[in-house]
């Protein structure tokens, strides 16, 4: 599989973004600015950037409870997005929603989702309303393997199958749902088997190696795109943080975490290879980390100057008039 | 069966020659006719649910629809309550305004979530930005020996979330109108029908014909109390009234048709004319929404009651099955007559 120099800087780009606004986003809630919980999608980013480079703004997401990183993929504000995370009423949600429930309708994002696997069924609504209207729009819902054992997953897939509906089903595997491992919540070791059973395509990558997530998913949109219906793509990966901020992670010992963050970093890889295929040099993604961090500290400190968000309209914001 | 056209119009008796003509019709006709107009008036209107197309639903409120529109308007589904509904919730954000069919609300808690986490918070949650023009048509009750799986009255439920607007109507009239109204709605409405009133008749208005969500309606005027309703039992106390004036008592029967939002200007001006309440309803007593319409006038207009407002719902039990233990467990005239010649006594 070739990479071009620019796709392969866009990417690292939007990876070392997802990366930088999770450490940022983790140290402001040491410092209690953040409160309510939030999920690091630290180690995954080779998912949501290979993905939702093949998508257009006017293509929809449905995102996790894990959703920083779709977000960013998708082209959203990251002021707006710390904003949120600080209960402002410049941010995405006006405060009303925080990490959980963040969205960014103008770029097609439905929204993080604090309810697991509950995005799926949206997806595939979002999908119908593209082929019902003869557009060439398709849907991705990202969910993790928590969510594949939910029952939306099932009425999802078989609906978007029957129907052909344009949607990517895409299941990231981070090895654990919330504390239980997929060993003892799955008896196949490939969760990409159960698409056969769906009579759609089930395909398994690599979710550490951005080229390979970033060629299936081309295949897969291509696939949904032309009307030739849904397929699920399961992205094999691994979390850095433990479920949430603060979890104490008992589940796990030290050794696996320590071993599995240093085999398991999608973005050391893409610095690798990208060096090694001749891309660009490291002094070109060094500047590339330098820029990142500058575009994450102007975020944050436009986050901070705005007003908290006001409780003055809530009730307005229930129902639409 | 498909919507009749055969009955001859006649105007609405006393309306000044202003009013539309009516049509006798079913119910079920009513419904259908909504649908079918409204389908017709915008190309974004779709129909997804089980046994929608050729069956014309489970109480033939679709019929004829698949012939009209085609299989992916009237997009019939495997049985999948949160499917469906996460998909209309989908593709009510994205930019349809899907309608579901849901055989019978005692499905509802197989799709609850995307109802209740997505459906009614998703424009609260995001700040705005979103909107869900969906409705969510089904129907509850019993009466019809189906057991308790099958008949329950779960309006509790739906009215304690925020975000949902929630309509119950009574009348073919009321069915065609209501349901034109929460069609072209914004926001996520649940449409609960009665499956003992699909074979009712009413004059229905021709053509299009709205009545706006949040409008309470005085279906019989009068002085001596005041008998809040909705959905079948809307028949139940029209009929007890009548019994009423017999025995001298002038009821005046409010059909609150939209429970949310809940037309408090309609029902405290009733009370404040007759001075007392009774709230009847089908559902079981215990957290019923009736506690709610009591406890508002109580709050509200206290000063104006000359009795304690009184409830008269159905048992806490389930629904049992034999047609004489069905009976005794909700709402019937003789019930409603004791109950008002008890509150006026």
Redesign the interface.
């Known amino acids: 599989m070739t990479i071009d120099r620019a796709t392969a800087l866009d990417l690292y780009r939007v990876m070392r973004t997802i990366r930088s606004f999770e450490e940022r986003s983790t140290q402001l809630f040491g410092e209690n600015k953040i409160w309510g919980t939030i999920h690091s999608y630290a180690g995954e980013e080779a998912i949501a950037a290979g993905v939702c480079a093949h998508l257009r703004d006017d293509d929809w997401i449905t995102s996790t409870h894990r959703g920083h990183g779709h977000c960013i993929a998708k082209g959203a504000d990251l002021g707006k997005m710390f904003a949120e995370l600080l209960g402002r009423e410049t941010g995405y949600c006006r405060g009303r929603g925080g990490s959980m429930h963040i969205a960014d309708t103008s770029k097609g994002n439905l929204g993080a989702n604090g309810i697991v696997g509950g995005g799926i069924p949206i997806a595939t609504g979002a999908a119908l309303t593209a082929q019902q209207l003869g557009t060439d729009q398709v849907a991705v819902s990202f969910f993790g393997d928590g969510a594949a054992n939910q029952g939306t997953f099932h009425e999802s897939l078989n609906l978007a199958a029957i129907w052909k509906l344009p949607v990517i089903y895409v299941c990231e595997n981070n090895q654990y749902a919330e504390s239980l491992p997929v060993k003892r919540a799955f008896a196949v070791e490939n969760i990409a088997v159960r698409a056969s059973g769906y009579g759609m395509p089930g395909v398994r990558v690599d979710g550490r190696d951005v080229r390979a997530v970033h060629e299936a998913a081309r295949e897969a949109v291509a696939r949904a795109r032309s009307g030739k219906g849904p397929t699920l793509l399961v992205a094999d990966s691994y979390r850095h943080e433990g479920h949430y901020y603060g979890d104490p992670r008992k589940y796990q010992t030290k050794d696996e975490i320590e071993g599995w963050r240093k085999r398991f970093d999608p973005i050391a890889d893409a610095r690798a290879w990208i060096v090694a295929d001749r891309l660009a040099g490291v002094a070109d993604l060094d500047a590339i980390d330098l820029s990142v961090v500058g575009e994450i500290d102007r975020a944050v400190a436009w986050a901070e100057e705005g007003p908290p968000a006001s409780p003055i309209k809530l009730p307005d914001d229930v129902y639409a008039t | 069966m498909p919507p009749k056209t055969d009955t001859t119009a006649e105007p609405t008796p006393g309306a000044g020659g202003h009013s539309p003509p009516t049509r006798e019709m079913f119910y079920s006709e009513a419904l259908n006719e909504a649908l079918r107009l409204e389908m017709e008036r915008d190309e ?1 209107v ?1 129909v997804i649910g089980e046994d929608i197309a050729e069956h014309g639903g489970a109480f033939q409120v679709t019929a004829g629809l698949l012939d009209r529109f085609g299989p ?2 009237i ?1 019939q ?2 049985i ?17 305004r ?1 309608i579901v069919e849901l055989m019978y609300v005692d499905f509802s808690g197989l799709a609850m ?2 109802v209740v ?2 459906a009614a918070q ?12 969906m409705v969510l048509r089904t129907q509850g009750g019993s009466g019809r020996g189906n057991a308790a799986q099958h008949s329950k009255s779960l309006e509790a439920w739906f009215a304690h979330v ?2 949902l ?1 929630l309509v119950m109507p009574a009348t073919p009239a009321d069915a065609k109108g209501l349901l034109t109204a929460a069609i072209r709605d ?2 996520p409405v649940i449409f609960l029908e009665h499956k003992l009133l699909y074979r009712t008749k009413g004059a229905v208005p021709e053509g299009e014909h709205v009545v706006p969500l949040g409008q309470a309606d005085i279906k019989r005027e009068g002085t001596d109390l005041t008998i809040v309703t909705w959905s079948r039992e809307v028949l139940f106390a029209l009929e007890a009234a009548g019994r009423l004036a017999e025995l001298g008592i002038a009821a005046e029967v409010v059909d609150v048709r939209t429970l949310v939002p809940l037309d408090k200007g309609a029902l405290l001006a009733s009370v404040r004319k007759t001075h007392r309440l009774l709230v009847v309803h089908e559902a079981i007593k215990r957290a019923g929404y009736g506690a709610e319409i009591a406890a508002m006038i109580a709050e509200e207009a206290f000063d104006e009651l000359d009795a304690p407002p009184k409830r008269l719902a159905g048992l806490d039990t389930p629904i049992p099955y034999a047609q004489h233990l069905e009976k005794s467990v909700v709402p019937q005239v003789e019930d409603i007559v004791a109950a008002a010649k008890e509150l006026v006594g």
């Open positions: 974004r779709i992916t308007r997009r589904t495997p999948s309550e949160i499917g469906i509904v996460g998909a209309a919730v989908g593709a009510a954000l994205t930019g349809l899907p979530d995307q986490n997505q998703n424009r609260f949650m995001f700040g705005g930005q979103a909107r869900v023009p925020a975000g607007k914004d926001n």
